[in-house]
């Protein structure tokens, strides 16, 4: 090899090791804002279940709107928005929410009951009826799904049934 080979060979060399640092330190960096973010997005959330916990609802709602959910993967923060969303009476957005959080953890019995007065105020009777449900099945002894299972049962009875055709 000749003499420039070999300094080409070596500058080559240098070349791709100062590449690799440089990779290398930029995944350090964007590991550490990331892990920073998710922090951030975490504290967030704490103070946003704080102020929905103090009865502070539209000021929870803009904290924990303010989270993005790519940052923050857990399920209280779809839970959350949505129980705060059902304080406010947006019902829509609320079972949105909610749904989410309950793709994200289907063993919180918290989240179906939270669907079931959703869908209840939404007059979706059979909706909510299936989330009692899943709440019952979650925990038999909820006094509260029991309680507003019961309730529908009784507007079910009370409302004519739809299924019968008239005929003249």
Do not use: C
């Amino acid at each position: 090899m000749t003499q420039q080979g070999g300094k080409i060979h070596k500058w080559i060399i240098g070349a791709v090791a100062l590449i690799l640092v440089v990779i290398a330190v930029s995944a350090i960096y964007a590991y550490r804002v990331n892990q920073e973010k998710q922090a951030n997005a975490l504290l967030l959330m704490g103070q946003g279940i704080t102020q929905f916990k103090q009865k502070k609802y539209e000021t929870a709602l803009e904290t924990l709107r303010s989270i993005s959910p790519d940052v923050v993967e857990d399920w209280r923060l779809p839970y959350y928005t949505g129980t705060t969303l059902i304080k406010l009476k947006d019902y829509e957005s609320a079972a949105v929410s909610l749904e989410q959080a309950l793709i994200m953890n289907s063993e919180e019995k918290d989240i179906p009951f939270a669907l079931g007065v959703v869908y209840f105020k939404l007059g979706n009777l059979s909706l909510s009826k299936s989330y009692f449900h899943s709440v019952l099945e979650l925990d038999p002894a909820h006094e509260e799904a029991k309680g507003l299972m019961d309730i529908m049962a009784k507007l079910e009875r009370q409302q004519p049934d739809s299924s019968i055709s008239q005929t003249k």
